[in-house]
T-cell receptor
Framework: NAGVTQTPKFQVLKTGQSMTLQCAQD?????MYWYRQDPGMGLRLIYY???????DKGEVPNGYNVSRLNKREFSLRLESAAPSQTSVYFC????????????FGPGTRLLVL | GDSVTQMEGPVTLSEEAFLTINCTYT??????LFWYVQYPGEGLQLLLK?????DKGSNKGFEATYRKETTSFHLEKGSVQVSDSAVYFC????????????FGTGTRLQVTL
């Protein structure tokens, strides 16, 4: 039981390049989330998926797209990376909505030059 | 909108000292309140939670009480250890189709011998 896994762990991009961050969970959770963590700002929600087949914008969605590929997998895509997207990205999942606990992956550190 | 305010860090304590990390929130209705902990190089993990007023969450010697009258959820531990050194995040979630978390900015705790 691996919980929430993320790939890659670290990535360096040049401005304008694209990439996809992968996330998978093996807990049969319905809801999945993408956050970014920046110094002094806590974690901010980028996108979330309440259930398979649905996605919604969070607090900071600009410059990102997501795909809920199936119940297990939720990917985050940067179409044209910008230095402002340098951050640590965390994927999380929860059994369902409401007041459920979220379980986090280990994070992807992204540097955009 | 919802917001969470935490005391600024870093907090530096000697081993066996008493810990308090203040957290206050702004939200309509009755959110659930959480403390998450992030150890160096890792993702966030749930430390404790409370889902209604006057509930006390507790885990690993840490405690926090949901105080609706003061909109607070302060984290306390009677005797900290070096292994408690980490970043602590206060967060809230509202009832809905997904348990979107609103985080505070985090408080770094450093415990020394």
């Amino acid at each position: 039981n691996a919980g929430v896994t993320q790939t890659p762990k670290f990535q360096v991009l040049k401005t304008g390049q694209s990439m996809t961050l992968q996330c998978a969970q093996d807990m049969n959770h319905n809801s999945m989330y993408w956050y970014r963590q920046d110094p002094g700002m806590g974690l901010r929600l980028i996108y979330y998926s309440a259930s398979e087949g649905t996605t919604d914008k969070g607090e900071v969605p600009n410059g990102y797209n997501v795909s809920r590929l199936n119940k297990r997998e939720f990917s985050l895509r940067l179409e044209s990376a910008a230095p402002s997207q340098t951050s640590v990205y965390f994927c999380a999942s929860s059994l369902q909505g409401g007041k459920e606990t979220q379980y986090f992956g280990p994070g992807t550190r992204l540097l955009v030059l | 909108g919802d917001s969470v305010t935490q005391m600024e860090g870093p907090v530096t304590l000697s081993e066996e000292a008493f810990l308090t990390i203040n957290c206050t929130y702004t939200a309509t209705g009755y959110p659930s309140l959480f403390w998450y902990v992030q150890y160096p190089g890792e993702g966030l993990q749930l430390l404790l939670k409370a889902t209604k007023a006057d509930d006390k969450g507790s885990n690993k010697g840490f405690e926090a009480t949901y105080r609706k009258e003061t909109t607070s959820f302060h984290l306390e531990k009677g005797s900290v250890q070096v292994s408690d050194s980490a970043v602590y995040f206060c967060a809230l979630s509202r009832t809905g189709t997904a348990s979107k978390l609103t985080f505070g900015t985090g408080t770094r705790l450093q415990v020394t011998l």
